[in-house]
């Protein structure tokens, strides 16, 4: 019996030694106070921050309306000329101030695509809301005496 006992106690104490890597998972406090310190950094951020993360969800959005990259005929424009131009002469810096410049006018595309989009959204909802608004405001009984007219017309039909 004693023999059985030491058995399991090395076995016992060989798991304990090879899980010791592993902890367990102790238990999380409250967020109480990490979740205002969250929300009022979140209300610090500025207007440019939420402007930017506005237009960055609309970066992209019309890419599915391209034609494949093999079908569609990519022409350099003069700055990616210059580029490869300066790179066959080993002109390091040039090229790396014109790829900054390239991806500087890609980014101003981009922002203005978004831009674009946002305002187009933004347009459509206003739209929509007036639309509803003005569905609201219509009366029962405020017809006026053409649509009276009309719907007197109409009525034999029903």
Known sequence: MWHKFQELH???SEQKTSTSGFRRKKRKRSRKGKLKNEE???????????QWKELTQYFGINDRFDPPVKKKKIDKSGLEKSIDQAVEEWNIEKAEELSNQLATREL?????????????VKAKKDAENSQVARKKKKLAWGFEAKKRWETKS?????
């Open 108 to 120: 101003g595309v981009k922002i203005a695509k978004a831009v674009a989009c946002h305002n187009f």
């Open 154 to 158: 109409n009525m034999g039909y029903m």
């Open 10 to 12: 090395k076995k016992h």
């Open 40 to 50: 009022e950094s979140h209300s610090e951020q500025t207007p440019s921050e939420t």
